[in-house]
């Protein structure tokens, strides 16, 4: 196979070596912005599932997706019809606004904090255009030094399946091999123009580890009545969780790295009272404005019987078939991974879209948290509120 030469190569979640063109907003307005992008993570989550895995196993990227499209939407040759679905998509107001977004959440979500003992995180962005179509210097220098892309003008026009198979190597190797054939075979064709890509790779640890001697199988329920055995976790700490009307939420927050102040990972279990209850509290989170924020344990609690099952499940899906509104010429991919055990989380996504031509209490009381029955959870950042990744389980004992 030819080597597509990349023109910048660019370390994993590299963010602040370089001077950035992109623009600042003030505190409030950046906060505001953030906020409607959380929203937009969580819209994206609710038609993900209810469009393609209603009742099914479940894990996806919105902050990848998120990725492309403020890429897709920066270049200034692209036609206005696509850059303004784009920001009517993400409920912004500019691309200035999102590139802003996208500015705090690589300085201060995307960052890797491995070498201080905090989460492994790499992310990095890839763009392949057409050789016969313009560059402009100051979008070119956007993607470098901005957005830290890894840059390739390419011949679609007789190459379409090298190109094809180079992207889905670049996606494997920016995600420890975990994302296998991005692009399906035919999705690249001489019609394409250009490929936006993002490779997401997040591995953290417990802050408090589960012991495996306390791993044991379990029933977990299923909607049809029936139940698989499965290897639940647990412990006898003390947890941040907390009821809510119609279900409970669990906090398990990672290991944060010695320079980690400004930010905390966490993973989050939302938990409805009754076993079928996952899609009506779906439609809750997902149409809610703030959910998130306005259900989380800050306090840890006592609690009685606590188990949460193993599970690794992966997942890809082509976005035209969920989203209606993608009429543009325009094809949008995503393979996603995710694995929890004792130790931690160790998740995966790599998305690619390409165009064609045309205070507590003194005695708390005891709350279960038994995860036995169909759950949704998210990775999360927690002072920026980005969710990295978002899923739903309805069945642990399967991984695919």
Same mark, same amino acid.
């Given at each position: ?105 690589? +300085? *201060?979500?995307? #960052?890797?904090? =491995? ?7 790499? @992310?990095?962005? !890839? ?99 029936? +139940? *698989?055995?499965? #290897?639940?976790? =647990? ?7 907390? @009821?809510?009307? !119609? ?154």
């Amino acid at each position: 196979m030819d080597n597509i030469e990349m023109k910048e190569k660019v370390g994993k979640s590299q963010v602040a070596d370089q001077v950035s063109p992109i623009p600042s907003l003030s505190k409030i307005d950046l906060a505001e912005a953030m906020k409607k992008q959380n929203d937009v993570y969580m819209f994206l989550a609710g038609k993900v599932i209810s469009t393609l895995a209603k009742t099914s196993n479940l894990v996806f990227s919105p902050a990848s997706i998120n990725a492309v499209l403020i890429m897709a939407a920066n270049r200034p040759e692209e036609e206005e019809t696509l850059r303004s679905f784009i920001l009517s998509f993400l409920r912004s107001s500019s691309t200035d606004e999102l590139n802003a977004v996208f500015g705090e959440i690589c +300085s *201060v979500v995307l #960052a890797d904090g =491995s070498a201080s003992g905090g989460p492994k995180i790499a @992310a990095v962005n !890839g763009v392949w255009i057409d050789q016969s179509l313009s560059v402009d210097s100051s979008w070119n220098d956007l993607l470098v030094n901005s957005f830290k892309a890894e840059f390739a003008q390419v011949d679609f026009s007789t190459k379409g399946e090298i190109v094809r198979m180079e992207v889905n190597a670049w996606a494997s190797r920016h995600t420890n091999d975990l994302i296998q054939d991005l692009l399906p075979q035919g999705s690249v064709t001489s019609l394409t123009n250009w490929i936006y890509g993002n490779a997401l790779y997040f591995k953290g640890a417990w802050k408090e580890k589960f012991e495996k001697y306390l791993t044991k199988n379990k029933p977990f329920y299923l909607l049809n009545g029936e +139940s *698989v055995s499965v #290897a639940f976790m =647990s412990n006898y700490e003390n947890q941040y969780v907390k @009821a809510y009307d !119609g279900f409970k939420v669990l906090r398990l927050p990672y290991q944060q790295g010695r320079d980690d102040a400004d930010r905390k990972f966490s993973m989050y279990f939302y938990l409805p009272e009754k076993r079928d209850g996952l899609d009506n509290l779906l439609k809750r989170l997902t149409s809610t404005h703030g959910f998130l924020d306005s259900h989380i344990p800050i306090y840890k609690d006592r609690v009685g019987k606590f188990r949460i099952p193993k599970f690794k499940i992966k997942f890809g899906f082509e976005a035209s078939k969920a989203f209606d509104d993608f009429e543009l010429n325009v094809s949008l991919y995503q393979k996603a991974f995710i694995e929890i055990d004792e130790v931690g989380t160790e998740a995966a996504a790599a998305t690619a879209m390409r165009r064609l031509v045309g205070s507590p209490s003194m005695m708390p009381k005891m709350i279960d948290f038994v995860v036995d029955h169909p759950f949704l959870f998210l990775i999360r950042e927690d002072r920026t509120g980005t969710v990295l990744f978002v899923g739903q389980i309805y069945d642990p004992s399967k991984s695919d």
